[in-house]
């Protein structure tokens, strides 16, 4: 399996950008998957996960804010981020299968390489 992110930045308060993730070996569409960030000296958080029945999670700190969305025919995942602020600023990893999450704790199987995305003016 591989999960292979992209779409990072760097942009100011307020902006949008859009993350993308292609899998290979993996069926995005038969699975739990989505994002997670790492930011440093911060605990890890699920930012957002799609089921495989199409309903959407978010984390609190980002709802109404970001969407997650996945394109069955090029199974590949995205992450829409709109009114940033420089508390999202992390490294943002597509995940999958995500096995289990409840409240600050997931568990999945793979990991993509992560990407960087800066807000800051």
């Known amino acids: 399996v591989q999960l292979q992110a992209s779409g990072g930045g760097s942009v100011q308060p307020g902006g949008s950008l859009r993350l993308s993730c292609a899998a290979s070996g993996l069926n995005m569409s038969a699975n739990t998957v989505g994002w997670y960030r790492q930011a440093p000296g911060k605990q890890r958080e699920l930012v957002a996960a799609i089921t495989f029945a199409g309903y959407p999670k978010y984390g609190d700190s980002v709802k109404g804010r970001f969407t997650i969305s996945g394109d069955n025919a090029k199974n590949t995942l995205s992450l829409d981020m709109n009114s940033l602020k420089p508390e999202d600023t992390a490294v943002y990893y597509c995940?999958?299968?995500?096995?289990?999450?409840?409240?600050?704790?997931?568990?999945?199987?793979?990991r993509g390489q992560g990407t960087q995305v800066t807000v800051s003016s």
């Open positions: 995940i999958g299968p995500i096995r289990y999450y409840w409240s600050s704790v997931f568990e999945y199987d793979y």
